[in-house]
């Protein structure tokens, strides 16, 4: 059920690309400011820029077709089916948006327009832009150097640091996961995939419970061991993955805020978040 | 919580509880879903055990935890939802509010108690999931309102189903194992 493989190090052929040379917070900021602009903004011109953008850390990184693949038709997939649920629940509100109507085919309720068909542009634009970008920075950033990042950024490091921790914590519990599953099994719980919902409700519940009786453990233990270490006790703390920015960290949020400061100004040229090619 | 110093903040507890919790409510969100039966509808165990935690542990954690794990779950999947994500970290604070009045870890859980959690998770699923996410939706990602209620509606559903079959049972397992360690050291 559970057996993807987690290891946080980035190897060795990678250490060479820029991406990875890139520092926590960098990479944080990136991907915050422009999921948040994107978010907001639809200017397709924007949109497209961005995704050219992202594509370009992408390239950097190096992957092979078959680390990416099983994701990417995952993002298809579930990128269709909410296309189709926004056309079959409202086909005219592309029209209604901007404000025009231009017949491409059919009619009644499910009549396809230009303007229905430029609105899923947009909106498959959305889900896609940052992939390629969350794709580059999953694969080389490493929990410690994302807990200083983050800090640096501005969040507490109590929260920081409570982040480093839970993506040390995945492979642990994963583990943790499979051993009661497998305990559970020996004493007879069912585990067919053809089970009705209530029999899976019920079997998780039976693994659900141990689970949480591990964990409040390991929370109880890991908390002694911080306190024994002082945690918590002074303003600020500093860190072991600290970094310095470098030159492609600054031109990179350089570039960063040209693109953000575009994207606020588009606001006025558009007159809306709307870019409006039928006027 | 009982620490005599401390600087302001997170005690050290809510600091491994938040990690330790993302970490488990990821996994959760992440590989097991359980489908329903309706396309594109799961039951989200993770959804339960943000609700143990939040009894347990407070507001602070719960809104980090359901934060930080929704984040990751959808970084995982390529694709931040803010407007969901921010709706989780609404729940996650709204259920960790059941912590004043459940007290799990001082008095013995009683079927009142078991009914206000439950109600208050159905209030907090109703806000959270029918309310704000949908109109986040509607308002930031300009979604047709249809699409964003049904979804929202369904959301609700299948989590008041996982907090309150799951995250009930949870919440009573736990208080068993604390009110006997307490005998066993009055007695």
């Given at each position: 059920m559970v057996n993807q493989r987690l290891s946080y190090d980035v190897s060795g052929a990678?250490?060479?690309?820029?991406?990875?040379?890139?520092?926590?917070?960098t990479k944080i900021l990136v991907l915050l400011s422009l999921s948040i602009i994107g978010m907001v903004s639809y200017d397709t011109w924007y949109l497209v820029a961005l995704t050219i953008f992202a594509i370009i850390f992408y390239q950097s990184a190096h992957f092979r077709w078959h680390q990416v693949r099983g994701l990417l038709y995952a993002i298809a997939a579930f990128t269709a089916l909410n296309l189709a649920l926004v056309y079959v629940f409202n086909p005219a509100y592309g029209s209604q948006i901007y404000g025009t109507s231009h017949v491409l085919l059919g009619h009644g309720f499910f009549v396809l327009t230009w303007e229905e068909l430029f609105y899923l542009l947009n909106m498959l634009l959305k889900y896609v832009f940052i992939v390629p970008l969350i794709?580059?920075?999953?694969?080389?950033?490493?929990?410690?150097?994302?807990?200083?990042?983050?800090?640096?950024?501005?969040?507490?490091?109590?929260?920081?640091?409570?982040?480093?921790?839970?993506?040390?914590?995945?492979?642990?519990?994963?583990?943790?996961?499979?051993?009661?599953?497998?305990a559970q099994q020996a004493r007879g719980l069912e585990m067919s995939k053809k089970a009705g919902i209530w029999k899976r409700l019920k079997r998780s519940t039976q693994i659900l419970i141990p689970l949480a009786f591990s964990s409040m453990n390991k929370i109880e233990v890991t908390t002694r061991a911080m306190k024994l270490r002082r945690f918590g006790t002074n303003k600020h703390r500093t860190w072991y993955m600290a970094q310095k920015l470098a030159k492609i960290d600054?031109?990179?949020?350089?570039?960063t805020v040209l693109l953000i400061m575009i994207g606020i100004g588009l606001f006025w040229v558009d007159g809306g978040r709307f870019y409006n090619p039928f006027r | 919580?009982?620490?005599?110093?401390?600087?302001?903040?997170?005690?050290?507890?809510?600091?491994?509880?938040?990690?330790?919790?993302?970490?488990?409510?990821?996994?959760?969100?992440?590989f097991l879903p359980i489908p329903t039966?309706?396309?594109?509808?799961?039951?989200?165990?993770?959804?339960?055990?943000?609700?143990?935690?939040?009894?347990?542990?407070?507001?602070?954690?719960?809104?980090?935890?359901?934060?930080?794990a929704h984040l990751f779950n959808d970084l995982s999947?390529?694709?931040?939802?803010?407007?969901?994500?921010v709706a989780d970290a609404i729940f996650g604070f709204l259920i960790g509010f059941s912590r004043n009045f459940l007290k799990l870890r001082t008095e013995p859980l009683t079927k009142k108690k078991l009914i206000q959690f439950n109600l208050l998770q159905i209030v907090a699923n109703i806000i959270s999931w029918g309310i704000i996410a949908p109109l986040g939706d509607i308002l930031?990602?300009?979604q047709p309102a249809g699409k964003v209620f049904l979804q929202g509606l369904m959301a609700t559903?299948?989590?008041?189903l996982s907090i309150g079959i799951v995250g009930t049972l949870l919440i009573s397992a736990y208080a068993r194992t604390q009110i006997q360690k307490k005998r066993l050291t009055k007695d």
């Open positions: 990678q250490k060479s690309h820029w991406v990875t040379r890139l520092t926590g917070m794709l580059a920075f999953l694969f080389t950033t490493n929990p410690s150097e994302l807990a200083s990042g983050m800090n640096r950024i501005g969040f507490s490091y109590k929260i920081s640091y409570a982040v480093e921790l839970s993506l040390r914590y995945i492979p642990d519990v994963i583990r943790d996961f499979k051993q009661i599953s497998l600054y031109f990179v949020l350089i570039v | 919580m009982k620490s005599s110093k401390r600087t302001k903040g997170l005690s050290v507890e809510a600091v491994v509880a938040t990690g330790v919790g993302i970490a488990i409510v990821f996994l959760l969100k992440r039966g309706v396309p594109n509808t799961t039951i989200d165990l993770g959804e339960a055990f943000i609700g143990f935690l939040g009894a347990v542990f407070g507001p602070a954690v719960g809104a980090l935890v359901a934060f930080f999947w390529g694709d931040p939802w803010w407007t969901w994500i930031v990602y300009s559903i299948t989590d008041i």
